[in-house]
């Protein structure tokens, strides 16, 4: 025997490690201590046996692998004395679990201890059992267990219905076993015994459903007793926590009871006065009691309940919103969230109290109510709730004011009663927070701005106002610098005033002056100046008095260290000074803005394969609306929809600017996917697709040469000089004239030709008649060009139609917007289709489509899969 291995006790080695200093000093303690314990185990010394393991037990703690003393704790538990089987069922519990294969050569030790004269044996093997317990031991060793629940001593029945909670988790089929055993439980009165029975009754009734339709009928009466004395009784110095006798017991019964009445009105009805009774006897000045009353608040929003009881309940989480513990107020604005959706008016009776919780010191409590003060707003309370917010917007941490602007702006949003309004909010977060505000954000507002043409006048002066005194905003910058640019003679002239609104006076210089500071100031990003630029090229057309200003400003961004700067200078300032017959066609105002192709693009979670050609089923007031959500994917398996490339909100201001703001390559000879979707620059000027010769040059690079210098001049005068057709089909100046499609004295237009296709009927119902028309490209058989004609066979007209379309991954479809997004009745609207099909030859065109619309203010939806396109496409 190693004798420094039987002289060392396990205080004398945690006395060692505690005493090293370094990492591997300790280390080193424990490699020495785990060799001796090896050389003990290898001479099987059955007296140092129960040191050991005690040893190897502190060095698990530590975090040190231990495995090689797991068959030390077998035979300790197989050894006849007491002291020596304690040792080997905690080292049991503590070394091993119930995935390690050793654990089954324990088994038949358990069973002898389980029926063990001594209840202290029995006590040790219901312990460990109730911690490792395994499906396969729970399956053998069952009924030994059941047959402890009825042990004369409590803690033996105690340890039983323990054990038997775990052996019913792992084995539901066993559930049925223990539910008479666990019924008899219940009228314990002891408690240690009755909190452990309530708990496996708990247990049966959420895995098994006889069982909790056994206890529904057998034990709810009882247990509604057993809380009402428990209620009521007396001091008990035994069982007293904080003056509540025994809130563990109180909120197991409270858990059970909240099962056994969920979904049953009969069991309900029985438990309402004891939990009116709990609810309002139950003190709320001390910790315990806090509890108890969260779980009885829990159990009346689970129960089938009157509305009078969730009142109480809701009035109790308003008591623990003035609380001064965080966790108190925490849990009650979660369950808050929980019970808007039963009682929303009696939680609108707390706003104020919720709103005060917005501006706590936590953090957590912060966001959880920021997110009920969202839940809590209607059209009724939205300016109310709107206001506090952006109050609180301007003195909130830095650190909270992305949430809070997210929020403010998500409410706006969806609640907003009148435009005027929607605009009046946004600039002021826009004022107090603009850095914090997403993209998606503020494009949404342009949106809204170009729709709302009474409005332009009252929005660019006020714009130029809040930019003048929060010109540090970014966000605020962007949107002020668009609308001027759109609407600077709007702000000039005084045009579309307002009552609301004090006489100002704006000069063109003063006008200038906003723009040109935002594009000199060093902290602007590459995407203000560029809307700067752009702003100054429109303003140079609505001001001519100042042109020359303007030019000025345009050519010092010549010497940008930015190339995209430098050749949009170069081009603008071209436009300027010598083709001043083009300008102002070239910038004049832009067209309202298509809300259903933004609102396509900017739900991110809208499948790229599917497009809208109308408004979104869910109609907001001010216009910014979430897309809807589609499900077109019920296809055979080798129909499985493809997913090209889509543009998403983010590509809004490239579209809007008609500036490439981001760097994107492509490989040679590849020919870029089309977008899904509307490029709203090209639908304003007529710019077709790129063909794959010509994708070495951006779509959106307006006058993009290959010298900047000169043949963005040469183009220009090419174009003003009024050049013979072909000129337009070189590689320097076919941009340009594609961009300036109608300016050229004679443009071409794509031919079609091929074999002719005959129409279809796609779709036909009571109310809806759906038409297909085919052509061609010339040289092109792989596409088809689909126009596609909806018919109202119904006196009624149909509003915010919606027509979307999936199609399998060997398809490539790309949908434009409508003609409109009503249809009128026995009236009819189109929309164009365009079809690759890259098994052409191969494989026939199908189609799922599925038609949303209103009637009468009711929501319609049709849906159906096309099969019965013509041969050859």
Not at 853 to 858: E, F, I, L, M, S
């Amino acid at each position: 025997m190693n004798p420094f291995s039987s002289g060392t006790r396990l205080r004398d080695m945690i006395r060692s490690i505690r005493a090293c200093k370094t990492a591997a000093e300790e280390r080193g303690v424990v490699r020495k201590e785990c060799a001796d314990i090896r050389a003990s185990i290898n001479e099987n010394d059955p007296h140092d046996r129960h040191r050991n393991l005690a040893k190897l037990m502190f060095i698990h703690m530590l975090g040190y692998p231990t495995h090689f003393g797991q068959m030390e704790c077998l035979k300790l538990i197989a050894s006849p004395g007491f002291p020596e089987k304690r040792i080997g069922y905690l080292g049991l519990m503590l070394l091993l679990d119930e995935r390690q294969e050793v654990l089954m050569l324990v088994t038949n030790s358990l069973k002898q201890d389980l029926n063990h004269t001594n209840q202290y044996v029995v006590g040790l093997a219901l312990c460990a059992l109730g911690n490792i317990c395994s499906a396969e031991m729970a399956r053998d060793l069952a009924p030994e267990v059941e047959r402890l629940i009825q042990f004369r001593d409590p803690n033996i029945r105690k340890k039983a219905a323990l054990c038997s909670t775990r052996i019913v988790r792992k084995v539901s089929d066993l559930a049925e076993n223990f539910v008479n055993a666990a019924s008899s439980l219940l009228k314990e009165k002891h408690h240690g015994v009755l909190i452990t029975g309530v708990q496996l009754c708990y247990e049966l009734c959420t895995i098994n459903d006889e069982a909790l339709e056994f206890f529904r009928k057998k034990c709810t009466e009882g247990l509604i007793k057993t809380l009402r004395d428990i209620t009521n009784s007396s001091y008990q110095p035994e069982y007293d926590v904080a003056g509540i006798t025994d809130p563990f017991l109180h909120i197991r019964l409270l858990k059970l009871l909240r099962v056994l009445g969920h979904g049953d009105a009969d069991a309900s009805d029985l438990m309402t006065d004891i939990l009116a009774q709990v609810a309002t006897k139950t003190e709320s000045n001390k910790n315990a009691g806090n509890a108890v009353l969260y779980e009885c608040v829990e159990t009346i929003m689970a129960i089938e309940d009157t509305n009078s009881l969730r009142v109480l309940a809701i009035n109790i989480l308003g008591r623990f919103l003035s609380n001064r513990d965080n966790n108190i107020r925490y849990v009650a604005l979660n369950m808050l969230m929980k019970a808007i959706t039963f009682d929303d008016q009696a939680v609108q009776r707390h706003r104020v109290t919720i709103l005060e919780c917005v501006k706590d010191p936590d953090a957590s409590i912060r966001k959880r109510a920021l997110e009920l003060v969202s839940l809590l707003v209607n059209e009724n309370n939205v300016k109310q709730l709107t206001k506090e917010l952006i109050d609180y917007l301007e003195i909130s941490d830095e650190d909270f004011k992305e949430d809070l602007s997210a929020k403010i702006c998500s409410i706006v949003e969806k609640f907003s009663p009148e435009k005027i309004w929607y605009i009046d909010q946004m600039l002021k977060v826009l004022s107090e927070a603009g850095k914090f505000v997403k993209d998606d954000v503020w494009h949404a507002l342009i949106v809204v701005i170009s729709n709302a043409s009474e409005l332009h006048g009252y929005t660019v002066r006020a714009l130029y106002k809040a930019v003048l005194t929060y010109s540090e905003q970014e966000t605020l910058v962007r949107v002020a610098i668009w609308c001027i640019g759109e609407y600077g003679d709007l702000l000039v002239n005084n045009v579309g005033m307002l009552g609301i609104e004090d006489p100002m006076t704006v000069t063109e210089c003063d006008a200038v002056d906003v723009v040109e500071d935002a594009i000199t100031r060093h902290n602007s990003d590459m995407t203000t100046k560029s809307m700067v630029l752009v702003a100054l090229l429109k303003l140079s057309s609505r001001f001519p008095s100042i042109s020359e200003r303007i030019k000025d400003i345009i050519v010092k961004q010549k010497g940008s260290l930015l190339l995209e700067m430098q050749q949009r200078a170069i081009e603008f300032n071209s436009i300027v000074d010598r083709h001043k017959n083009i300008r102002s066609s070239l910038v004049e105002r832009m067209p309202v803005l298509d809300e259903a192709t933004f609102n396509v693009r900017r739900a991110g979670s809208l499948p790229a394969s599917v497009s809208t050609m109308a408004k979104p089923s869910v109609s907001i007031p001010n216009g910014v609306a979430a897309a809807p959500l589609v499900d077109l994917l019920d296809l055979d398996s080798d129909d499985i929809l493809a997913a090209p490339s889509s543009s998403s909100g983010a590509d809004f201001l490239q579209d809007l600017l008609g500036v490439d703001l981001g760097s994107s390559s492509a490989q040679s000879g590849a020919t870029p996917a089309p977008k899904a979707g509307t490029d709203l620059l090209l639908d304003i000027l007529s710019i077709g697709t790129p063909s794959p010769a010509q994708n070495s040059t951006s779509a959106v690079d307006l006058l993009s040469t290959a010298d900047v210098n000169s043949n963005s001049s040469t183009a220009l005068d090419t174009l003003s000089s009024s050049a013979p057709p072909q000129i337009a089909t070189t590689a320097s100046t076919g941009g340009m004239f594609d961009l300036l499609d109608g300016l050229s004295p004679s443009p071409s237009k794509e031919e079609t030709n091929g074999p002719a296709y005959p129409p279809i009927v796609a779709y036909e119902s009571s109310s809806l008649k759906i038409e297909f028309t085919f052509s061609k490209p010339s040289g092109n058989p792989q596409t088809t060009n689909v126009e596609a004609t909806f018919r109202n066979l119904s006196p009624n007209t149909f509003t915010d139609f919606v027509f979307q379309a999936a199609v399998p991954k060997f398809l490539q479809l790309h949908l434009d917007p409508a003609s409109s997004n009503t249809l009128p009745a026995s009236g009819n609207i189109t929309q164009n289709l365009r079809v690759t099909n890259s098994q052409h030859g191969k494989k026939s065109l199908v189609m799922r489509m599925r038609i949303g619309y209103k009637v009468n203010g009711k929501d319609v939806l049709e849906e159906g899969q096309i099969n019965n396109f013509p041969r050859g496409l």
